[in-house]
Nanobody, 124 residues
Framework: VQLQASGGGLVQTGGSLRLSCAASGRTFSDYGMAWFRQAPGKEREFVAVISWSGGTTDYADSVKGRFTISRDNAKNTMYLQMNNLKPEDTAVYHC??????????????????WGQGTLVTVSS
């Protein structure tokens, strides 16, 4: 399995970015996908998750109302639209694919496959 995250960059407070995660190696539409992030000196934390069909999503409280997770199973790609960005959103964002089919998980240890990460920097 390969996951390739892209779309990070430098943005001012209040700005927007759209992250993408291209997946290959397994039947994309069978697996839940998630975004996690890791800020300097902190542990990797859950950001958002989407079910295999795209019908169910969940978010960390810190990003609810500002971030939207989505997926296009025809393109084997997941997205994270990030609006109204804040300096505390600065982190390396990693996409992840669940180890097992047909479930939705927010626990980091339940994800076996990880992308390399894309850096998001929000300036104040």
């Amino acid at each position: 399995v390969q996951l390739q995250a892209s779309g990070g960059g430098l943005v001012q407070t209040g700005g927007s970015l759209r992250l993408s995660c291209a997946a290959s190696g397994r039947t994309f539409s069978d697996y839940g996908m998630a975004w996690f992030r890791q800020a300097p000196g902190k542990e990797r934390e859950f950001v958002a998750v989407i079910s295999w069909s795209g019908g169910t999503t969940d978010y960390a409280d810190s990003v609810k109302g500002r971030f939207t997770i989505s997926r296009d199973n025809a393109k084997n790609t997941m997205y994270l639209q990030m609006n109204n960005l804040k300096p505390e959103d600065t982190a390396v964002y990693h996409c992840a694919q669940d180890s097992l089919k047909y479930r939705i998980e927010t626990i980091r240890e339940r994800y076996r496959y990880w992308g390399q990460g894309t850096l998001v920097t929000v300036s104040s």
